[in-house]
């Protein structure tokens, strides 16, 4: 009858087949979801992010040497597509109009027609280039989401799509909350951030993703000759 109970209680262990980051303290939790996020080749992140005092839909897949993705703001629709150093912008009309009125230099209505439906190369001088490379940038964009604010707490455990997570909170939650796998590497799965500044899933870890430039006949390689504005 010993041997029958000490068994039920065994099939109890909240932490029975799971790769054991549930046993330890938030901060080391936090530790091993960097490190393997670090170590990953690629991962998919989807969700929205305040950036900026802007609000972003994204659906970004992300690479060791590039990127490829969708973002979306209340005004416009874009993709983004970066090789190595080169970074494409392919924009619906809403977003050029916006760039358009708020720079004169694209006031050139040929011009800005031209864009619509093309990849624009944009060189690394331009304002735009600075405001998202970032979204292309596993390594960038890693650092700034993973790190949460506020003494650290476990949370809840739970799952997402079928994985055993385990929550670790900020700030009882105020400073951002971060799901992480129970199963297999220590991935981060979901992270809500500080301040209600946004909600992003992290989900393909290690799938392969597809990068390369589009066909010259789909690309504009502004150069130096328009700056498209901040």
Same mark, same amino acid.
């Given at each position: 009858?010993?041997?029958?109970?000490? =068994?039920?209680?065994? *099939? $109890?262990?909240?932490?029975?087949?799971?790769?054991?980051?549930?046993?330890? &303290?938030?901060?080391?939790?936090?530790? $091993?979801?960097? !490190?393997?996020?670090?170590?990953?080749?690629?991962?998919?992140?989807?969700? +929205?992010?305040?950036?900026?005092?802007?609000?972003? /839909?994204?659906?970004? @897949?992300?690479?060791?040497?590039?990127?490829?993705?969708?973002? =979306?703001?209340?005004?416009?629709?874009?993709?983004?597509?970066?090789?190595?150093?080169?970074?494409?912008? $392919?924009?619906?009309?809403?977003?050029?109009?916006?760039? /358009?009125?708020?720079?004169?230099?694209?006031?050139?209505?040929?011009?800005? *027609? $031209?864009?619509?439906?093309?990849?624009? /190369?944009?060189? =690394? *001088?331009?304002?735009?280039?600075?405001?998202?490379?970032?979204?292309?940038?596993?390594?960038?964009?890693?650092?700034?989401?993973?790190?949460? +604010?506020? !003494?650290?707490?476990?949370?809840?455990?739970?799952?997402?799509?079928? !994985?055993?997570?385990? @929550?670790?909170?900020?700030?009882?939650? =105020?400073?951002?909350?971060?799901?992480?796998?129970?199963?297999?590497?220590?991935?981060?799965?979901?992270?809500?951030?500080?301040?209600?500044?946004?909600?992003?899933?992290? !989900?393909?870890?290690?799938? &392969?993703?597809?990068?390369?430039?589009?066909?010259?006949?789909?690309?504009?390689?502004?150069? /130096?000759?328009?700056?498209?504005?901040?």
């Amino acid at each position: 009858m010993l041997a029958g109970a000490l =068994a039920g209680c065994a *099939s $109890k262990d909240p932490d029975a087949g799971t790769n054991g980051v549930g046993k330890l &303290p938030a901060d080391k939790i936090q530790a $091993k979801a960097q !490190t393997a996020a670090r170590g990953a080749g690629t991962v998919r992140l989807s969700g +929205h992010l305040v950036s900026q005092g802007r609000t972003y /839909k994204l659906d970004m @897949r992300l690479g060791p040497e590039g990127a490829r993705g969708e973002l =979306a703001t209340k005004a416009a629709t874009f993709q983004l597509l970066r090789v190595g150093g080169a970074l494409y912008l $392919k924009a619906d009309a809403g977003f050029w109009a916006r760039e /358009k009125s708020a720079n004169p230099s694209t006031n050139d209505e040929t011009a800005v *027609s $031209k864009l619509v439906g093309k990849y624009v /190369k944009v060189p =690394a *001088s331009d304002p735009v280039y600075r405001r998202f490379s970032g979204f292309t940038d596993k390594g960038v964009l890693l650092s700034s989401l993973l790190g949460l +604010h506020g !003494t650290l707490a476990t949370g809840d455990r739970g799952t997402l799509d079928g !994985t055993r997570t385990i @929550r670790i909170a900020a700030g009882q939650g =105020a400073g951002g909350t971060l799901d992480v796998s129970l199963e297999g590497k220590p991935y981060p799965l979901r992270l809500r951030r500080a301040g209600g500044a946004g909600e992003v899933r992290l !989900t393909d870890w290690e799938k &392969p993703v597809e990068i390369q430039a589009p066909a010259d006949s789909q690309i504009i390689d502004y150069g /130096k000759q328009i700056t498209l504005g901040d």
